[in-house]
Protein backbone atom coordinates (compact mmCIF):
# COMPACT_ATOMS: atom_id res chain seq x y z
CA UNK A 1 0.00 0.00 0.00
CA UNK A 2 0.83 3.61 -0.16
CA UNK A 3 3.38 4.75 2.72
CA UNK A 4 5.98 7.18 3.72
CA UNK A 5 9.24 6.06 4.78
CA UNK A 6 12.71 7.41 6.25
CA UNK A 7 15.94 6.65 4.73
CA UNK A 8 18.51 6.81 7.78
CA UNK A 9 17.15 5.71 11.19
CA UNK A 10 19.19 7.51 13.27
CA UNK A 11 21.90 10.52 12.74
CA UNK A 12 24.08 12.23 15.00
CA UNK A 13 25.10 15.22 14.24
CA UNK A 14 27.97 17.88 16.21
CA UNK A 15 26.69 20.67 18.01
CA UNK A 16 26.52 23.85 15.32
CA UNK A 17 26.49 21.34 12.38
CA UNK A 18 23.51 21.29 10.09
CA UNK A 19 21.27 17.91 10.01
CA UNK A 20 19.58 16.90 7.16
CA UNK A 21 16.61 14.00 7.88
CA UNK A 22 15.49 12.62 4.47
CA UNK A 23 11.84 11.27 3.83
CA UNK A 24 10.75 9.34 0.78
CA UNK A 25 6.33 8.87 0.20
CA UNK A 26 5.70 6.60 -1.87
CA UNK A 27 1.34 7.79 -2.59
CA UNK A 28 2.08 10.01 -5.93
CA UNK A 29 -1.48 11.75 -4.90
CA UNK A 30 0.12 13.27 -1.93
CA UNK A 31 -0.66 16.87 -1.47
CA UNK A 32 0.49 18.11 1.67
CA UNK A 33 3.36 17.12 4.22
CA UNK A 34 4.63 17.79 7.57
CA UNK A 35 7.29 17.50 9.89
CA UNK A 36 6.86 16.86 13.75
CA UNK A 37 9.43 16.86 16.39
CA UNK A 38 8.99 14.14 19.30
CA UNK A 39 10.96 13.75 22.47
CA UNK A 40 10.52 11.40 24.89
CA UNK A 41 7.28 11.18 26.88
CA UNK A 42 5.12 13.89 24.48
CA UNK A 43 3.42 14.31 21.78
CA UNK A 44 4.82 14.93 18.05
CA UNK A 45 5.20 19.04 17.83
CA UNK A 46 4.49 21.10 14.85
CA UNK A 47 7.76 22.10 13.24
CA UNK A 48 6.54 23.02 9.40
CA UNK A 49 4.74 21.96 6.61
CA UNK A 50 4.26 21.98 2.90
CA UNK A 51 1.97 22.17 0.20
CA UNK A 52 2.61 20.39 -3.00
CA UNK A 53 2.98 23.54 -4.95
CA UNK A 54 5.61 24.38 -3.73
CA UNK A 55 9.34 23.38 -3.59
CA UNK A 56 10.94 24.80 -0.33
CA UNK A 57 9.78 26.79 2.40
CA UNK A 58 11.56 28.02 5.48
CA UNK A 59 10.88 28.58 9.19
CA UNK A 60 13.27 29.48 12.15
CA UNK A 61 15.96 27.30 11.41
CA UNK A 62 14.62 24.84 9.80
CA UNK A 63 13.71 24.31 6.13
CA UNK A 64 11.98 21.71 4.54
CA UNK A 65 12.87 20.53 0.57
CA UNK A 66 10.00 18.38 -1.86
CA UNK A 67 11.06 17.39 -4.74
CA UNK A 68 7.95 15.87 -6.56
CA UNK A 69 9.70 14.09 -9.39
CA UNK A 70 11.32 11.70 -6.90
CA UNK A 71 8.99 11.83 -3.90
CA UNK A 72 11.50 13.11 -1.50
CA UNK A 73 10.95 15.54 1.35
CA UNK A 74 14.10 16.81 3.73
CA UNK A 75 14.15 18.75 6.44
CA UNK A 76 17.20 21.22 7.29
CA UNK A 77 17.84 22.16 11.03
CA UNK A 78 20.81 24.73 10.73
CA UNK A 79 23.13 25.23 13.69
CA UNK A 80 22.11 22.23 15.27
CA UNK A 81 21.53 22.26 19.51
CA UNK A 82 21.11 20.09 21.87
CA UNK A 83 17.50 20.66 22.00
CA UNK A 84 16.85 19.57 18.68
CA UNK A 85 17.97 15.71 19.96
CA UNK A 86 14.30 14.25 19.42
CA UNK A 87 12.99 11.55 17.18
CA UNK A 88 11.19 13.39 13.60
CA UNK A 89 8.20 12.01 11.71
CA UNK A 90 7.51 13.31 8.26
CA UNK A 91 3.61 13.01 7.44
CA UNK A 92 1.51 12.80 4.45
CA UNK A 93 -2.12 13.81 3.54
CA UNK A 94 -3.14 13.16 0.16
CA UNK A 95 -6.86 12.74 0.14
CA UNK A 96 -8.59 15.80 -0.47
CA UNK A 97 -11.19 15.94 1.85
CA UNK A 98 -10.09 13.65 4.27
CA UNK A 99 -7.69 15.02 6.71
CA UNK A 100 -5.86 11.85 7.84
CA UNK A 101 -1.94 11.72 8.13
CA UNK A 102 0.37 8.76 7.34
CA UNK A 103 3.46 8.56 9.20
CA UNK A 104 6.60 7.25 8.70
CA UNK A 105 8.60 5.54 11.16
CA UNK A 106 10.99 8.64 12.14
CA UNK A 107 14.45 9.34 12.35
CA UNK A 108 16.73 9.55 16.02
CA UNK A 109 18.54 12.51 15.92
CA UNK A 110 21.31 13.19 18.26
CA UNK A 111 23.31 15.81 18.63
CA UNK A 112 26.79 15.37 19.97
CA UNK A 113 28.20 18.09 22.15
CA UNK B 1 -3.66 29.09 24.44
CA UNK B 2 -3.56 26.42 25.76
CA UNK B 3 -3.10 23.00 24.08
CA UNK B 4 -4.65 19.28 23.41
CA UNK B 5 -5.04 17.86 26.85
CA UNK B 6 -5.41 14.61 27.44
CA UNK B 7 -6.31 12.06 30.19
CA UNK B 8 -4.81 10.15 32.01
CA UNK B 9 -1.58 10.26 30.87
CA UNK B 10 -1.42 6.81 32.28
CA UNK B 11 -3.95 3.98 32.22
CA UNK B 12 -2.71 0.41 33.61
CA UNK B 13 -5.51 -2.41 33.16
CA UNK B 14 -5.97 -5.68 33.54
CA UNK B 15 -6.80 -7.68 30.32
CA UNK B 16 -10.51 -7.86 29.54
CA UNK B 17 -11.33 -4.36 31.35
CA UNK B 18 -12.67 -1.21 29.71
CA UNK B 19 -11.11 1.94 29.22
CA UNK B 20 -12.48 5.72 28.30
CA UNK B 21 -9.76 8.01 27.27
CA UNK B 22 -10.14 11.84 27.11
CA UNK B 23 -9.11 14.12 24.56
CA UNK B 24 -10.16 18.14 24.72
CA UNK B 25 -8.76 19.99 21.61
CA UNK B 26 -7.24 23.55 20.60
CA UNK B 27 -10.51 25.83 21.90
CA UNK B 28 -12.16 26.55 18.43
CA UNK B 29 -10.95 23.70 16.23
CA UNK B 30 -13.29 21.96 14.27
CA UNK B 31 -11.37 18.32 13.31
CA UNK B 32 -9.99 16.19 16.22
CA UNK B 33 -8.05 12.83 15.66
CA UNK B 34 -6.89 9.77 17.19
CA UNK B 35 -3.72 7.95 16.47
CA UNK B 36 -2.24 5.03 17.75
CA UNK B 37 1.44 4.74 18.41
CA UNK B 38 3.26 1.35 19.52
CA UNK B 39 6.90 1.65 20.62
CA UNK B 40 9.62 2.84 18.27
CA UNK B 41 7.02 3.35 15.72
CA UNK B 42 5.14 6.61 13.54
CA UNK B 43 1.48 7.19 15.04
CA UNK B 44 -0.94 5.34 13.37
CA UNK B 45 -4.36 6.92 12.55
CA UNK B 46 -7.52 5.93 14.26
CA UNK B 47 -10.42 7.81 13.25
CA UNK B 48 -11.44 11.68 13.29
CA UNK B 49 -14.16 13.78 13.58
CA UNK B 50 -15.14 17.65 12.05
CA UNK B 51 -17.49 18.51 14.59
CA UNK B 52 -19.54 15.89 16.22
CA UNK B 53 -19.58 14.28 12.82
CA UNK B 54 -17.37 10.71 12.83
CA UNK B 55 -15.77 10.89 9.12
CA UNK B 56 -13.34 8.32 8.96
CA UNK B 57 -12.86 5.29 11.05
CA UNK B 58 -11.24 3.34 9.08
CA UNK B 59 -8.40 2.83 11.36
CA UNK B 60 -9.80 1.59 14.20
CA UNK B 61 -8.53 -1.70 14.84
CA UNK B 62 -11.68 -3.68 15.98
CA UNK B 63 -15.04 -3.04 17.18
CA UNK B 64 -13.60 -3.06 20.26
CA UNK B 65 -12.53 -0.07 19.68
CA UNK B 66 -15.18 3.30 19.69
CA UNK B 67 -14.80 6.87 19.74
CA UNK B 68 -17.19 10.17 19.97
CA UNK B 69 -17.03 13.55 20.34
CA UNK B 70 -21.45 14.39 21.63
CA UNK B 71 -20.96 18.05 21.73
CA UNK B 72 -18.37 18.64 18.70
CA UNK B 73 -15.72 19.34 21.16
CA UNK B 74 -14.42 16.71 24.00
CA UNK B 75 -14.21 13.07 22.80
CA UNK B 76 -13.96 10.25 24.13
CA UNK B 77 -11.86 6.90 22.90
CA UNK B 78 -13.73 4.02 24.56
CA UNK B 79 -11.91 0.48 24.42
CA UNK B 80 -13.98 -2.67 25.50
CA UNK B 81 -12.39 -5.93 26.79
CA UNK B 82 -8.93 -4.99 26.28
CA UNK B 83 -6.25 -6.80 24.81
CA UNK B 84 -2.59 -6.89 25.70
CA UNK B 85 -1.79 -6.12 22.11
CA UNK B 86 -3.78 -2.94 22.62
CA UNK B 87 -1.12 -1.52 24.60
CA UNK B 88 0.37 1.53 23.16
CA UNK B 89 0.03 5.28 23.47
CA UNK B 90 -2.86 7.12 22.50
CA UNK B 91 -2.73 10.05 20.58
CA UNK B 92 -5.13 12.86 20.30
CA UNK B 93 -4.49 15.97 17.60
CA UNK B 94 -7.20 18.79 16.55
CA UNK B 95 -6.71 21.77 13.60
CA UNK B 96 -8.59 24.31 12.71
CA UNK B 97 -10.04 22.59 9.31
CA UNK B 98 -13.42 22.50 8.49
CA UNK B 99 -13.54 20.73 5.15
CA UNK B 100 -10.81 20.59 1.92
CA UNK B 101 -7.36 20.56 2.12
CA UNK B 102 -5.35 19.32 5.17
CA UNK B 103 -4.12 21.62 8.32
CA UNK B 104 -1.39 20.92 10.46
CA UNK B 105 -2.82 19.02 13.10
CA UNK B 106 -1.62 19.95 17.30
CA UNK B 107 -0.90 16.71 19.48
CA UNK B 108 -1.71 16.21 23.00
CA UNK B 109 0.65 14.40 25.10
CA UNK B 110 -0.93 11.26 24.46
CA UNK B 111 -2.26 8.36 27.03
CA UNK B 112 0.03 5.55 27.39
CA UNK B 113 -1.97 2.54 28.08
CA UNK B 114 -0.58 -0.68 29.50
CA UNK B 115 -3.00 -3.65 29.64
CA UNK B 116 -1.65 -7.01 31.93
Known amino acids: GESVGLHLPTLSVQEGDNSIINCAYS??????FIWYKQESGKGPQFIIDIRSNMDKRQGQRVTVLLNKTVKHLSLQIAATQPGDSAVYFCAENGDFGNEKLTFGTGTRLTIIP | GAGVSQSPRYKVAKRGQDVALRCDPI?????LFWYQQALGQGPEFLTYFQNEAQLDKSGLPSDRFFAERPEGSVSTLKIQRTQQEDSAVYLCASSLNSGGAARAQYFGPGTRLTVL
Open chain 1, 27 to 32: NSASDY
Open chain 2, 27 to 31: SGHVS
